[in-house]
Antibody, heavy 119, light 109 residues
Framework: EVQLVESGGGLVQPGGSLRLSCAASGFTVSSNYMSWVRQAPGKGLEWVSV???????YYADSVKGRFTISRDNSKNTLYLQMNSLRAEDTAVYYCAREDGDYANWFDPWGQGTLVTVSS | SYVLTQPPSVSVAPGKTARITCGGNNIGSKSVHWYQQKPGQAPVLVIY???DRPSGIPERFSGSNSGNTATLTISRVEAGDEADYYCQVWDSSSDHPRVFGGGTKLTVL
């Protein structure tokens, strides 16, 4: 069964750091495009970052320079290192596999992990 | 950047047909994907490439896309269909091609 399980969320003060993990099973992370998508409380979905199978990484303007996406092939796990956190980064963070040949969609999604940035 | 516009809410009686729209400039030239998100749960893909259904998604869910509007249609609506629905496109002309609509809350009366 294809599955994604996130962990690492929690309460952090503004300016702090947090690392999210996303453990995959049923498929190989390094062979796929993998994204992080977040959802602020009561709000819609916002794409955050992607790592391509070749290793290229891209970020939303709102997190560029503060967040870093990476993966550990030996652990089949995706990560999101979040630094210089701000109140507006408060959200549930989902990892998701991308699929599609020319117009990607997200499937499956993990269950999400809540990040709260507050003093 | 490309903007997708969804109505904040749609209401429908059980057994009836719900139509949720997703507007965008010439969206008919793009591929549209749809997600269902129930309270406290992660999004689930229900339609990809405008009208294809992933395995396990009921045939009651269908999609269309033309002109400036894409539509998710849910036939014979059930109470369990009550959820937020999001459209998403791949905007190949953008540095950030992954674009979501603002979401529509479907209420089953």
């Amino acid at each position: 069964e294809v599955q994604l399980v996130e962990s690492g969320g929690g309460l952090v003060q503004p300016g702090g750091s947090l690392r999210l993990s996303c453990a995959a099973s049923g498929f190989t992370v390094s062979s796929n495009y993998m994204s992080w998508v977040r959802q602020a409380p009561g709000k819609g979905l916002e794409w955050v970052s992607v790592i391509y199978s070749g290793g290229s990484t891209y970020y939303a303007d709102s997190v560029k320079g503060r967040f870093t996406i990476s993966r550990d092939n030996s652990k089949n796990t995706l990560y999101l290192q979040m630094n210089s956190l701000r109140a507006e980064d408060t959200a549930v963070y989902y990892c998701a596999r991308e699929d599609g040949d020319y117009a990607n969609w997200f499937d499956p999604w993990g269950q999400g992990t809540l990040v709260t940035v507050s003093s | 950047s490309y903007v997708l516009t969804q109505p904040p809410s749609v209401s429908v009686a059980p057994g009836k047909t719900a139509r949720i729209t997703c507007g965008g400039n010439n969206i008919g030239s793009k591929s549209v994907h749809w997600y269902q998100q129930k309270p406290g749960q992660a999004p689930v893909l229900v339609i990809y490439y405008d009208s294809d259904r992933p395995s396990g998604i009921p045939e009651r869910f269908s999609g269309s896309n033309s002109g400036n509007t894409a539509t998710l249609t849910i036939s014979r609506v059930e109470a369990g269909d009550e959820a937020d629905y999001y459209c998403q496109v791949w905007d190949s002309s953008s540095d950030h091609p992954r674009v979501f609509g603002g979401g529509t809350k479907l209420t089953v009366l």
